[in-house]
């Protein structure tokens, strides 16, 4: 799954979170977050704290990884 927003990410972990058949109570418990920061990141507040972020997909099983593009390619091709 490619995410590109906020948005996508918030409901990514949704969709995980009510797949485990969890409330956003027990899994703000289980991640060490609250329950307000896990409704923020599930309506894709931009602002959330990566680390809390990871906290949370962590207690979901979920990963992420990075991609580059080739618009983030380095210019010059210095190695």
């Known amino acids: 799954m490619t995410i590109q927003n906020t948005s996508q ?3 990514a972990v949704r969709a995980a979170r009510k797949q485990l058949k969890a409330t956003q109570k027990e899994l703000a418990m289980t991640s ?3 329950l ?3 409704i923020d990141l599930e309506r894709g507040k931009p602002t959330c704290q990566i680390g809390k972020i990871l ?3 962590q207690a979901l099983g979920l990963r992420i ?3 580059a593009t080739s618009a ?3 210019e010059g091709g210095a190695s």
Request: hydrophobic share 45%; proline share 6%.
């Open 32 to 34: 060490g977050t609250g």
């Open 72 to 74: 983030a390619s380095p």
């Open 65 to 67: 990884g990075l991609t």
């Open 55 to 57: 906290h949370v997909l």
């Open 36 to 38: 307000r920061f896990l």
């Open 9 to 11: 990410l918030g409901a």
